[in-house]
T-cell receptor, first 114, second 112 residues
Framework: DSGVTQTPKHLITATGQRVTLRCSPRSGDLSVYWYQQSLDQGLQFLIQYYNGEERAKGNILERFSAQQFPDLHSELNLSSLELGDSALYFC?????????????FGPGTRLTVL | TQLLEQSPQFLSIQEGENLTVYCNSSSVFSSLQWYRQEPGEGPVLLVTVVTGGEVKKLKRLTFQFGDARKDSSLHITAAQPGDTGLYLCAGARRQAGTALIFGKGTTLSVSS
């Protein structure tokens, strides 16, 4: 158990819909990262937050957005869903959000878009 | 274009065999990490290597970082069924912030 929690574990929805994925970091960690894992692309970095502020952006689509709240939990919002958005979405957290930090991954949310 | 190339993509071996997984790039990384991921779970960090030429051992696993910090390898001695899983390498580039760049992984299956 990494100490990072993600909900829900599974999500099935239809194209065009909007969903919200939630992540609670390890106790004491200030930084949260979101990754997307698909069979063809592997694990891709989406976005990072540190203490409520966006710190780094990766291959995140404009239809996707995220935020980190004052209690440090984070949400990833996916809208206008397409079939290709079906993937595993992982949240990771680290203490200070620097490159030397260890990132601890949550169990993931499996999103299926039908 | 994948920044970190892992090979082989799939590996199926018998218990007791040795194996090596490679992670290669044309880019320099400030550090490189190896993760193991089991079905339905998130990646779990095995090791971080930060110095060119560094070798780290974790029981039957030996990790090496290339001298130029562009490549790494994971060697498993006497593989066991419990080693089965997806092995991912991930590089950190200081100039790109803190995002990790992952290889696509090597799926290892060890049968008894």
């Amino acid at each position: 158990d990494s100490g990072v929690t993600q909900t829900p574990k599974h999500l099935i929805t239809a194209t065009g819909q909007r969903v919200t994925l939630r992540c609670s970091p390890r106790s004491g960690d200030l930084s949260v990262y979101w990754y997307q894992q698909s069979l063809d692309q592997g694990l891709q970095f989406l976005i990072q937050y540190y203490n409520g502020e966006e710190r780094a952006k990766g291959n995140i689509l404009e239809r996707f957005s995220a935020q980190q709240f004052p209690d440090l939990h984070s949400e990833l919002n996916l809208s206008s869903l397409e079939l290709g958005d079906s993937a595993l979405y992982f949240c990771a957290s680290s203490a200070t959000g620097t490159s030397a930090d260890t990132q601890y991954f949550g169990p993931g949310t499996r999103l299926t878009v039908l | 274009t994948q920044l970190l190339e892992q090979s082989p993509q799939f590996l199926s071996i018998q218990e007791g065999e040795n194996l090596t997984v490679y992670c290669n790039s044309s880019s320099v990384f400030s550090s490189l990490q190896w993760y193991r991921q089991e079905p339905g779970e998130g990646p779990v960090l095995l090791v971080t290597v930060v110095t060119g030429g560094e070798v780290k051992k974790l029981k039957r696993l030996t990790f090496q970082f290339g001298d130029a910090r562009k490549d790494s390898s994971l060697h498993i001695t006497a593989a066991q069924p419990g080693d089965t899983g997806l092995y991912l390498c991930a590089g950190a580039r200081r100039q790109a912030g803190t995002a990790l760049i992952f290889g696509k992984g090597t799926t290892l299956s060890v049968s008894s």
